[in-house]
């Protein structure tokens, strides 16, 4: 199977190509918007990710009247329940968190989990880099063991306060930039597949 062929088939998995155009527009100018954001400030702020959810809503209401805004509610409800547990660990930002079921919110479910996966690998690739850099190869490799753990036991075993996000001396990855970047990446598939 050829590399064109393999892609084809994921965004037929993920039915990112019935997602409907303008829905993909405002889904890459909003993660976008929200990727700089975290870049510059390592913050994504309430405002944001709560018009970015009611947007969706709005949209897929508009495209695909009650049907549309059902999809936008089942993405953005899945993105949150999907990334919960991450949260609770304090593995994950809770604005982090928010914009996740805000995308989910604006393309749906199945474009949802296509966007979460390329952002997971995003952030692993930045996070890779960064520790390579930082000389911090062992301690992070380490602590992403103690955090795999902490997500096996639901938190029940293991220190998780050494790993979580309010410890200022670990190394972090902007998640909300690794959005951006598969938002923006899932639009171009979509489109490079027709």
């Not at 994504?44 to 009650?66: D, H």
Request: charge should be positive.
């Amino acid at each position: 199977m050829h590399f064109s062929e393999t892609i084809r088939t994921l965004v037929t998995a993920f039915a990112l190509d019935k997602a409907n155009e303008g829905i993909w527009v405002c889904a890459v100018v909003f993660g976008s918007y929200a990727a700089w954001l975290d870049w510059r400030t390592r913050r994504i702020p309430n405002w944001l990710t709560v018009s970015g959810l009611g947007l969706g809503i709005i949209v897929n209401s508009i495209f695909g009247r009650w049907h549309g805004a059902k999809t936008s509610l089942e993405g953005a409800g899945l993105a949150l329940v999907i990334l919960l547990p991450l949260v609770l660990l304090r593995g994950l930002g809770a604005g982090d968190w928010k914009l996740m079921g805000a995308i989910g919110g604006l393309v749906g479910w199945r474009p949802m989990l296509f966007v979460l996966l390329l952002s997971f690998l995003a952030s692993g690739a930045m996070a890779i880099v960064q520790m390579i850099a930082m000389r911090r190869v062992k301690q992070t490799l380490w602590n992403t063991l103690v955090l795999a753990k902490g997500l096996a036991t639901f938190g029940l075993r293991g220190n998780l306060a050494e790993i979580s996000l309010d410890n200022p001396t670990l190394l972090k990855v902007p998640f909300g930039a690794a959005v951006g970047a598969a938002v923006v990446t899932g639009f171009v598939l979509t489109h490079w597949t027709r």
